[in-house]
């Protein structure tokens, strides 16, 4: 671990939401090969002039015909098709010529009865026995972890990190990561040394009483890693990726079952994210998201139905006063200086409330081993309402032993 708290990550990680990319797209394995903009040398395909059209089901040849006709009619090159197996619907991208502008297509294109939706690209910022590094984790002190893990440790819920590769080698994350899938060009070369998502991973998950480093809030989940985001530049914090590569990839884990998706990202509205998310939620599966404070970076924080986390300082402390059962809408988890593990079997701090976000999808999953009918809905109605208000503002930080305690049965928290 290194000896002073790193303050980067509260910088934003720039996630350009394009569906850029080359080649054929990727098949199911782990860490393989994968598919999205950006290249070998990490360096993402502009996304400025590109547009992303989706049509209603139909047999593949229908699809390919309409492709070619389109590119034809607007004078369009196309980039990339692929088919959306949960929503059984045909993405393509294509190129606008440059002295032609995207939204005008945009509009031209949404009004062809061939086209189900079409959309711009947008921009997303990630908001960034004994276990010896565990005294140093004020969060889990704050979320009051030690009492909540009487009654569950989330095991067995499946969570998916969608975000950079994941260290799957870190002693803290053995027999956690269940499936690591890249769906960024030649990502799987940068998958274990990759930053963000390792920190994700850790906070989520890392295991409990293995005299190793620190303890996940979550520590029995089992966690997919999805990298739909690189590093840029490389080595660094910063990470960028585009809708085709995170569509890909909450598709995929809509596909798989999983119970919990996590985005430590930010931006403004997406349409098809915004159709995914919402298959997702139609199918129980709880969504979490890092808000980052402003009206440019809500989404998918504030979809309807997705659990949107603020990040909280509560190294500074601040008053609160008891949950009184009011359900709060607006609600945050510490951020600021969070121990978390780091690539090559290290331990970093982090900030940001990406990783504020992180801590909530493990009380997530802490609930639903307890309960695991709980629909998103009611999972979110039962952080809000045992949320702690930390007064004077109108924000609530979660509370995981509060939480796990009022579906426990009759549990209660010192």
């Not at 004994?130 to 909540?148: C, E, G, N, V």
């Not at 906070?203 to 999805?226: C, K, Q, R, T």
């Not at 660094?236 to 596909?255: E, G, M, P």
């Amino acid at each position: 671990m290194r000896g002073r708290p790193a303050w980067i990550l509260g910088a934003a990680l720039l996630l350009a939401l394009g569906c850029a990319g080359y080649g054929p797209g990727p098949s199911p394995s782990t860490v393989g090969t994968g598919a999205g903009a950006g290249g070998g040398s990490n360096v993402p395909a502009s996304t400025d002039q590109q547009v992303m059209v989706t049509y209603p089901p139909a047999p593949p040849s229908i699809w390919a015909r309409t492709t070619a006709e389109l590119a034809q009619n607007y004078g369009l090159r196309t980039i990339w098709s692929w088919t959306m197996s949960s929503l059984g619907e045909q993405c393509v991208v294509f190129e606008v010529p440059r002295g032609r502008t995207v939204h005008e297509i945009v509009r031209r294109l949404s009004s062809d009865p061939r086209v189900g939706s079409a959309q711009p690209v947008e921009t997303f910022q990630v908001q960034g026995g004994t276990d010896p590094y565990a005294h140093l984790q004020h969060s889990s002190q704050a979320l009051r972890l030690d009492q909540a893990h009487r009654w569950a440790t989330g095991k067995g819920v499946k969570v998916a990190v969608v975000d950079t590769g994941v260290d799957i080698h870190h002693p803290d994350l053995r027999g956690r990561i269940i499936m690591a899938q890249s769906f960024v060009d030649r990502g799987e070369k940068t998958f274990t040394t990759d930053i963000h998502g390792t920190a994700v991973a850790g906070l989520i998950a890392a295991s409990a009483n293995n005299d190793i480093g620190i303890v996940g809030v979550a520590p029995g989940a089992e966690i997919y890693a999805l990298k739909a985001c690189w590093q840029q530049p490389p080595g660094s914090r910063d990470a960028v990726c585009n809708s085709y590569t995170l569509a890909k990839a909450v598709d995929f884990a809509i596909t798989k079952d999983v119970q919990v998706l996590n985005f430590s990202l930010a931006g403004p509205p997406d349409p098809l994210l915004g159709r995914l998310i919402g298959r997702a939620l139609s199918k129980g599966i709880v969504v979490v998201a890092a808000d980052g404070g402003k009206p440019s970076l809500e989404f998918p924080a504030s979809y309807r139905g997705v659990i949107g986390i603020l990040g909280s300082d509560d190294l500074r402390g601040g008053e609160t006063v008891p949950a009184g059962g009011k359900p709060f809408s607006t609600l945050a988890a510490p951020s600021v200086d969070v121990l978390t593990t780091a690539p090559h079997a290290r331990y970093d701090f982090f900030s940001g409330s990406s990783i504020a976000a992180a801590q909530v999808s493990g009380i997530a999953a802490l609930l639903l081993e307890k309960s695991p009918k709980l629909t998103p809905a009611e999972l979110a109605a039962v952080i809000r309402k045992t949320a702690r208000p930390l007064a004077p503002s109108p924000i609530a930080q979660v509370d995981a032993c509060a939480a796990v305690a009022s579906v426990a049965g009759g549990g209660r928290c010192g």
